[in-house]
């Protein structure tokens, strides 16, 4: 498959482990925030997301905590699989001049889970 | 599946040339996105188009340009093409055009086209 980058920071962890992937993001005036996993060969697919108003948000295995204070992201993905194996992004929503959106992505964290 | 289409899914090209990739969103999506994600620039927005309107513009080049029809499928143009322009291109779509309350605003990306130019 196609390889996302080739210097990711890679974080790798023994399977039924919990894992944590951080994100630093740019721009105080973010309002949303996203994490994507994206496997080899795959477009990145939606884990959670977090809306600037909250500081937690849990979902099936995983959890997003938001710290405005120091805008930072952090991605906890509980009992961690061999499936979860993959590249994982976090990104920031902005608004535009034209009530449109954009996302800005981080550079990607590489999960490896030892079997 | 994200229900997102693209194609083609591969396509090689020369130095100078002309290639056009097309999306289909989700059904009833009406936002569509397009991404570029190379080696040394990662993932990076492009434009955004909400039925058939350009709401947002990000790193997108005067080369590349992008339209959505009114049947919401989108085309994204690349022209002059350099060594440079080889990356995965993405379209993701959505229902919303933005993280309204109330709304989803979870854009589904498609499996991307590669596309190198030589």
């Known amino acids: 498959g196609e390889s996302v980058g080739l210097h990711l920071p890679t974080l790798s962890v023994q399977e039924g482990d919990n894992s944590i992937i951080n994100c630093a993001y740019s721009?105080?005036?973010?309002?949303?925030f996203i994490w994507y996993k994206q496997e080899s060969g795959k477009g990145p697919q939606f884990i959670i997301d977090?809306?600037?108003?909250?500081d937690k948000r849990q979902g099936q295995r995983v959890t997003v905590l938001l710290n405005k204070t120091v805008k930072h992201l952090s991605l906890q993905i509980a009992a961690t699989q061999p499936g979860d194996s993959a590249v994982y992004f976090c990104?920031?929503?902005?608004?535009?001049?034209?009530?449109?959106?954009?996302?800005?992505f981080g550079g990607g964290t590489r999960l490896m889970v030892k079997p | 599946d994200s229900g997102v289409t693209q194609t083609p899914k591969h396509l090689i090209t020369a130095t100078g040339q002309r290639v056009t990739l097309r999306c289909s969103p989700r059904?009833?999506?009406?936002?569509v996105y397009w991404y570029q994600q190379s080696l040394d620039q990662g993932l990076q927005f492009l434009i955004q188009?909400?039925?058939?309107?350009?709401?947002a513009k990000g790193n997108i080049l005067e080369r590349f340009s992008a339209q959505q029809f009114p049947d919401l499928h989108s085309e994204l143009n690349l022209s002059s093409l350099e060594l440079g322009d080889s990356a995965l291109y993405f379209c993701?779509?959505?229902?919303?055009?933005?993280?309204?309350?109330?709304?989803?605003?979870?854009?589904?990306f498609g499996p991307g086209t590669r596309l190198t130019v030589t």
């Open positions: 993701a779509s959505s229902v919303a055009p933005a993280p309204l309350i109330g709304s989803s605003y979870e854009q589904y």
């Open positions: 721009n105080s005036a973010s309002d949303y």
């Open positions: 977090i809306r600037s108003n909250m």
């Open positions: 990104a920031e929503n902005r608004r535009g001049d034209n009530a449109g959106n954009m996302l800005t």
């Open positions: 059904s009833g999506d009406l936002s």
């Open positions: 188009y909400y039925n058939g309107e350009e709401r």
